[in-house]
Each structure stands twice: as structure tokens, then as C-alpha cells.
């Protein structure tokens, strides 16, 4: 069973770091694209960011360019998103992803999430 | 980025009724689209893929098809699980991935 699991959220003040890491299980983790979605409670999606599965052809979402990392580590089959400069309109449940194939451009398995709040 | 424009943001309908979802984009997309289903509290969930490509395990009442900036999406007959918002979302610009607003599915 494909399993996603979420973890390091929490309550971090502007201008602060945080860094989300997803457990994946259940498949052949190097095989799949993986992409972070974030969603604020009560409204639409949002893609952050995703890449192949041996993380090639990285991409940002304009939002976040320049503060956010994606990284993954198979060996764990792990993956992260380092949140540097964060804001207020950061504040979401950041979801990880797997692509449908070694793309990330099609989700075909989520995690519950992990909230993240930025407040002062 | 490509904006995809979803509608209506919400519907109401009885059980067993037909409902109909759109997706318009900005630009040409060609087959470039899903359809997610989200429950109150849950992740959302792959429907549709490539536009008209039911994922696996999905019941056959869900359905989509369009191509180019014109997308719609079929629930043939609303069953009470069918309750959730839906969203549409393009992967031909994979720099920037985006989904429509959403459409909120509700029993009449």
C-alpha cells in the first residue's frame, strides 16, 4: 500500500525557516516524480514545487522562487521541502505528492499533510 | 501560467441526478488535464486522468473529456459519497502546475 506521511510543521514566526520532510513507502520510491501542494484551510490548491524522480527538472511556483528548496534522498526514500524567508501567505497544510510516473505533472497519490502556520 | 478557470464554484443536486463540471484554460492544453476529488478532511484523490482516462478503482459514473482549453466532468448519477469539492488541474506547463478553483458538491 502507498503510503505518504508528512511531518515537520508547526508555528513559525516571519522571516523564519522550517523544513518538511514526506516518509513515502508501499512503491519504488526513485521511480516517481514527486511534487509539495499546499492548500489554505478552506481554500483551492496550490502546487509548490516538484521534480523528477532522480530530481531532475526542478521547478518553483513563482510564490515561493528563491525561499524554497525540494530535495529527496532515496536511499530514504524521503522528501523535503527547506522553507527559508517564510511569510503569512505561507500559512497552509503542505501536502507531499508522487507523480503518476517519473514525471511529477500528474498526482496520483497524496499525503494528509502537514500544517504549517506563520505568525507573529 | 496558464490559468485554469473551473465552474460553477458550487452545485446542489439530488441524489441520482446528472452533474457537470467545467474547466476552462487560458491557453491550449491539449490533453493535459486531471480531475481530483476532495472530502472534507481529506487529501484529495486522483478521478480522472489525461482528461478522459478513468484512474484505476474509480467508479465508471465519473467521467471526463474536452481537449485544448475546453474540459468537462461528469458525475452520470450523484450518489451521497460523490459529496466533495472537485478541482481541475492542467500539467502542460510543468514549470508551473495549476489547478482551477474548485467545485463544491452538494446534496440537494
Known amino acids: 500500500e502507498v503510503q505518504l506521511v508528512e511531518s515537520g510543521g508547526g508555528v513559525v514566526r516571519p522571516g523564519g525557516s522550517l523544513r518538511l520532510s514526506c516518509a513515502a513507502s508501499?512503491?519504488?520510491?526513485?521511480?516517481?516524480?514527486m511534487s509539495w501542494v499546499r492548500q489554505v484551510p478552506g481554500k483551492g490548491l496550490e502546487w509548490v514545487s516538484g521534480?523528477?524522480?532522480?530530481?531532475?527538472?526542478?521547478a518553483y511556483a513563482d510564490s515561493v522562487k528563491g525561499r524554497f528548496t525540494i530535495s529527496r534522498d532515496n536511499a530514504k526514500n524521503s522528501l523535503y521541502l527547506q522553507m527559508n524567508s517564510l511569510r503569512a501567505e505561507d500559512t497552509a497544510l503542505y501536502h507531499c505528492?508522487?507523480?503518476?510516473?517519473?514525471?511529477?505533472?500528474?498526482?496520483?497519490?497524496w499525503g494528509q499533510g502537514t500544517l504549517v502556520t506563520v505568525s507573529s | 501560467d496558464i490559468q485554469m478557470t473551473q465552474s460553477p464554484s458550487s452545485l446542489s443536486a439530488s441524489v441520482g441526478d446528472r452533474v457537470t463540471i467545467t474547466c476552462q484554460a487560458s491557453?491550449?492544453?491539449?490533453?493535459?488535464l486531471n480531475w481530483y476529488q476532495q472530502k472534507p478532511g481529506k487529501a484529495p484523490k486522483l478521478l480522472i486522468y489525461?482528461?478522459?482516462s478513468l484512474e484505476t478503482g474509480v467508479p465508471s459514473r465519473f467521467s471526463g473529456s474536452g481537449s485544448g482549453t475546453d474540459f468537462t466532468f461528469t458525475i452520470s448519477s450523484l450518489q451521497p459519497e460523490d459529496i466533495a469539492t472537485y478541482y481541475c488541474?492542467?500539467?502542460?506547463?510543468?514549470?508551473?502546475?495549476?489547478f482551477g478553483g474548485g467545485t463544491k458538491v452538494e446534496i440537494k
Open positions: 491557453q491550449d492544453i491539449s490533453n493535459y
Open positions: 505528492a508522487r507523480g503518476s510516473s517519473s514525471w511529477y505533472g500528474t498526482f496520483d497519490f
Open positions: 508501499g512503491f519504488t520510491f526513485d521511480d516517481y516524480g
Open positions: 488541474q492542467q500539467f502542460d506547463d510543468l514549470v508551473a502546475l495549476t
Open positions: 489525461d482528461a478522459s
Open positions: 521534480f523528477n524522480w532522480n530530481g531532475g527538472n526542478t
